[in-house]
């Protein structure tokens, strides 16, 4: 089987390959069960001075990245690319992106193309240049670049590729999975600076236990997130 893949189309590509080289994902990398890789979208410019941006038309704060050495960029991938892709471009103003789209792409997709904009984003004809392109958001807030949110995207589709976590039954036991947050976790010693682990957890009953874990991520839930119990 070839590993799955992720490509990441940005400026700054020590910031991919830090998160690559690190923990779970480069453990996945060195079993070949994904491949990461980042592309400098400035490889590709063909501008004399090594420029990608350009100011915005009509005037206004901020750069804009230029067409041309990102579609180039991006037509480089694509003899390599599988038809089962995925090619999201990072945006505040894209469609959200939760736990459903985190499992529905990582069962489905083979390649991910993510696109990291900077300054203003993208100049908007890009949509038009790649229609494959959707343009996806990781919350109604804005950070400087789409470096964290495709890193983000990625780890979230990968806890779902077989063998990327260790122990399958911890990522269906996470928040999210059957539609509640997780039940909160205790560890060694039994007692804290006086902070006791609830009793249930120590008698080895476990039908108990699992009572009591499901009651307390319904309780967290109600309280977090009551919007979920909703739906
Ligand atoms: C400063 S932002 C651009 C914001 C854009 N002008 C707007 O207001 O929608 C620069 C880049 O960061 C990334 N980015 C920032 N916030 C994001 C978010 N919440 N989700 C996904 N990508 C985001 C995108 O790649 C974006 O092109």
Not at 6 to 34: H, R
Not at 76 to 84: D, E, I, N, V
Not at 182 to 193: G, M
Request: with cysteine; glycine share 6%; charged share 25%.
């Amino acid at each position: 089987m070839p590993p799955r893949s992720f490509y990441f189309l940005t400026l700054f590509p020590e910031v991919i390959k830090a998160y690559a080289q690190s923990s779970m994902m480069k453990k996945a990398v060195d079993k070949g069960i994904l491949h990461i890789e980042a592309i400098n979208i400035r490889d590709f410019t063909t501008d004399k001075h090594n420029k990608v941006d350009a100011p915005p038309y009509g005037g206004g704060a901020g750069m804009v990245l230029a067409c041309q050495p990102v579609v180039d960029a991006y037509r480089s991938l694509l003899p390599r690319l599988s038809q089962h892709r995925r090619v999201i471009l990072t945006s505040p103003a894209g469609k959200p992106f939760q736990h459903a789209q985190a499992k529905a792409w990582s069962e489905t997709a083979q390649d991910v193309v993510f696109f990291c904009g900077h300054y203003e984003g993208f100049d908007e004809r890009i949509f038009t240049l790649i229609p494959e392109i959707e343009d996806v958001s990781i919350g109604d807030f804005v950070l400087t670049g789409g470096e964290l949110p495709a890193l983000s995207m990625m780890d979230a589709m990968a806890r779902f590729i077989p063998d990327v976590v260790k122990e399958a039954d911890s990522v269906m036991n996470d928040s999210f999975y059957y539609g509640l947050l997780d039940h909160p976790h205790y560890t060694r010693p039994a007692e804290f600076e006086g902070h006791k682990v609830p009793d249930v957890l120590l008698n080895g009953d476990h039908a108990k236990i699992a009572s009591w874990r499901c009651e307390q991520a319904l309780i967290k839930t109600r309280r977090t997130r009551p919007d979920m119990l909703d739906e």
